[in-house]
């Protein structure tokens, strides 16, 4: 079924120019005022997506925004403002009220397609992960004779929908390349390790572990709520645009518990992946973010998940640094003893270096250099 976009703006040039751009790939509809673009996103059938300008006749695009995500009709629809503004003040402001981007005019055809690609296609995600989790809860309470089969069928949904979310976050920058496979094999290998230890104080089934590694995949799924003049930018970000990118781990675990609360499944099998998102980019001495929690505070798979992220960047090549050496990545990180990382977690990485080399071999999107 073609998708339907909802385009609010007064500026007939720019509708011109959308409906040119969008038409021949999706189906619009057009409001000059914000006001009849509440009342066209509420009619049958509802909009997929909807662009947004801020300057309106009626009322400003915020209140538009706000508007929509306060109506539980239309709370779920995602919203793309296309404003002039290029404020990092406005920007912060339009995806504080919900929305899930922020497009600057004028915008290149093939970036706007791209954009409003990724952000149905995230919908339809999302839609598929609510239908999955009623359907998960319901096989659970049925008894029947095929429970086993059954059973990995289930754990196989959940590994597909955790890694096509994941896939998701990362086609926002081209540069991570395999990078959710290694981190998610470096936590898997961490994990597995420390559930073979013998720790009175760490009673976790096995299947808890498994979720670790399994859901690792999702840590930068906040991601796509960053805009792309900030995501990709190439070189380093001035203390704006990093207020901005620190927004990510928020943003991935909001999401998560969106999905979780709306089809009435708190938690469920994504409770690690939203403490993997939000807690990530915590460090063991508090000075981490968003909440600057240290120590225990930390949920275990968010520090496991840490120091795998931290790894992968060093041994990635990225637009703004050379790849670094496996040794010398190793080094970096054993310096963060204490301070950056869990001791516990770093002595265990230790012991598996080896094997984390490995890895980033085995899904190696260049060699890295040094080796």
């Known amino acids: 079924m073609t998708k339907t976009i909802l385009l609010i703006d007064d500026d007939p040039a720019v509708l011109e120019a959308l409906n040119e751009c969008l038409r021949p790939h999706y189906q619009t509809r057009i409001a000059t005022r914000g006001q009849k673009g509440l009342e066209l996103a509420r009619m049958q059938p509802q909009p ?19 508007g929509l995500k306060q109506d539980p009709l239309t709370a779920p629809i995602p919203v793309m403002f296309l404003s002039s ?33 990724t952000h149905l296609r995230l919908r339809e ?26 059973t990995l069928e289930l754990q196989h949904s959940q590994d597909l929908t955790i890694f096509a979310l994941g896939s998701i976050a990362e086609t926002r920058d081209n540069e991570t390349g395999n990078h959710i496979y290694r981190t998610s094999a470096y936590v898997e290998v961490m994990a597995r390790r420390l559930a073979a230890s013998s720790h ?30 900030i995501l990709l930018k190439p070189g380093k970000l001035t203390a704006e ?24 499944s708190e938690g469920s099998f994504l409770r690690v992946a939203s403490e993997i998102a939000y807690g990530h980019h915590e460090r063991w001495d508090g000075k981490g973010y968003p909440q600057g929690v240290g120590g225990d505070g930390i949920p275990l798979s968010a520090r496991l998940m840490a120091l795998a992220d931290v790894y992968d960047a060093l041994i990635s090549k990225r637009v703004y640094k050379p790849a670094m050496s496996h040794a010398a990545s190793v080094e970096i990180i054993r310096e963060g003893r204490g301070s950056h990382f869990d001791p516990e977690v770093l002595d265990v990485f230790l012991e598996l270096a080896d094997e984390f080399n490995d890895i980033a071999r085995r899904f190696s999107d260049v060699t890295p250099e040094g080796e």
């Not at 990092?88 to 005019?105: C, E, M, Q, R, W």
Request: with cysteine.
């Open 48 to 66: 997929d997506l909807i662009l947004l300008d801020i300057e309106l006749p009626d009322m400003k695009g915020y209140a538009v925004c706000a």
């Open 85 to 117: 503004h290029t404020d990092v003040g406005d920007i912060t402001h339009g995806l504080g009220l919900g929305a899930v981007d922020y497009v600057t005019k004028p915008v290149a055809p093939p970036i706007l397609l791209a954009r409003v690609q």
């Open 125 to 150: 995600a999302h839609d598929w992960l609510q239908d999955q989790n009623v359907h998960l809860e319901t096989l659970v309470s049925k008894r029947t004779r095929d429970l086993e089969a059954r």
């Open 200 to 229: 009175a104080d760490r009673p976790m089934a096995a299947k808890d572990w498994e979720m670790i590694w399994k859901s690792a995949p999702l840590h930068d799924i906040g991601k796509v709520g960053i805009p792309d003049h």
């Open 241 to 264: 645009e990093f207020e901005v990118m620190k927004r990510h781990p928020t943003l991935g675990r909001d999401a998560i518990r969106s999905a979780e609360i709306r089809v009435q």
